[in-house]
């Protein structure tokens, strides 16, 4: 089986990072998983020109083509963000944007896990409107909202140092 996890971050070896290897951990190596590291991959944002949309493909000739295609042939997939300004990183929104090449067909039965990574308190407004703009995805496209996982670090309270949040992170998966 396919899994597909998404790092959203600019920062390689930040939380988010950290927080996307601990979900791979948890999988206990039962998917094949495709790592993508956004930052790295050379991606250009919509062009809303809907050449996709008779092509099923992107007249842009970057990363995101194939970043489709591992998407489809993924059943699981688990997006990890930073949070910026209540929402999800540019890097990540730039990616979701450019998945509207896909076909409705292409998400059905799909599993979505989504990470959320600030350093606002759990009850900051912004992890529950990320909550409900994956959940609304979900919803639109026939994906699964499998799991949901809101953390708060940052530099100085690092999610290396706090194993509490780590084993909700190696668990997502498995408790879904």
Same mark, same amino acid.
């Given at each position: 089986?396919e899994m597909?996890?998404? #790092?959203?971050?600019?920062?390689k $070896?930040? #939380?988010s990072? $950290?927080?996307?290897?601990?979900?791979i951990?948890?999988t206990g190596?039962? $998917?094949? !998983?495709?790592? !993508?590291? @956004?930052?790295?991959?050379d @991606?250009?944002?919509c062009?809303s020109?809907?050449? *996709?949309k008779? $092509? /099923?493909?992107? @007249? @842009? +000739?970057? %990363?995101m #083509? +194939?970043?489709a295609? =591992?998407?489809?042939k993924?059943?699981v997939? *688990?997006? !990890?963000?930073?949070?910026?300004?209540w929402?999800?990183?540019? =890097?990540?929104?730039i990616?979701?944007? &450019?998945?509207y090449?896909?076909?409705?067909?292409? /998400?059905?039965?799909k599993?979505?896990?989504?990470?959320?990574?600030?350093?606002d308190?759990l009850?900051?407004?912004q992890? &529950?409107l990320?909550k409900?703009?994956?959940?609304a995805?979900?919803? /639109?496209t026939?994906?699964?909202?499998?799991?949901?996982?809101? !953390?708060? %670090? +940052?530099?100085?309270?690092p999610? %290396?140092?706090?194993?509490?949040?780590?084993?909700? %992170? &190696?668990t997502?998966?498995?408790?879904?």
């Amino acid at each position: 089986m396919e899994m597909m996890v998404i #790092n959203g971050s600019p920062r390689k $070896h930040g #939380n988010s990072a $950290h927080l996307a290897e601990t979900f791979i951990q948890g999988t206990g190596h039962s $998917h094949h !998983v495709t790592e !993508v590291f @956004l930052q790295d991959m050379d @991606l250009h944002c919509c062009r809303s020109c809907y050449w *996709c949309k008779s $092509h /099923y493909r992107c @007249l @842009l +000739d970057d %990363a995101m #083509n +194939d970043l489709a295609i =591992q998407f489809k042939k993924s059943e699981v997939i *688990c997006l !990890v963000t930073p949070v910026y300004w209540w929402g999800i990183s540019a =890097q990540l929104k730039i990616f979701i944007d &450019r998945l509207y090449q896909l076909q409705t067909k292409d /998400y059905a039965k799909k599993q979505l896990y989504v990470i959320a990574c600030g350093s606002d308190s759990l009850e900051g407004v912004q992890y &529950r409107l990320i909550k409900e703009q994956f959940a609304a995805i979900c919803e /639109y496209t026939g994906m699964q909202f499998a799991g949901y996982l809101p !953390v708060s %670090a +940052d530099d100085d309270n690092p999610v %290396a140092e706090d194993e509490n949040t780590l084993q909700k %992170a &190696r668990t997502l998966f498995i408790k879904g």
